[in-house]
Nanobody, 115 residues
């Protein structure tokens, strides 16, 4: 299983950013995908989940209405469109998947929000 995140950047409050995760080494079409984030000194937080078909999504309370998760099963990628970024959003964002009771993680991509 390989998960490679990209798209992290330094943005100003209120701006938008799109993260992407490229997946390989497993049957991408068969599994749900998740984005987590972790900021220094804080607990790891579930940001969003998308089912294998893309028809089911779940969002963390802190990002509802601002973030959108999507996937392209033909390209084996999952994206996180983030809007209205605020000072609570900076963190390392990780793409993850759960297969046979084992969670696989990417190395993460850093999102920084600062004026």
């Amino acid at each position: 299983v390989q998960l490679v995140e990209s798209g992290g950047d330094l943005v100003q409050p209120g701006e938008s950013l799109r993260l992407s995760c490229a997946a390989s080494g497993f049957d991408f079409n068969a599994v749900g995908m998740r984005w987590f984030r972790q900021a220094p000194g804080k607990e790891r937080e579930l940001v969003a989940y998308i089912s294998n078909t893309g028809r089911g999504t779940v969002y963390g309370d802190s990002v509802k209405g601002r973030f959108t998760i999507s996937r392209d099963n033909d390209k084996a990628t999952v994206a996180l469109q983030m809007s209205s970024l605020n000072p609570e959003d900076p963190a390392v964002y990780y793409c993850t998947t759960l297969i046979a009771d084992k969670t696989s993680w990417g190395l993460g991509t850093q999102v920084t929000v600062s004026s």
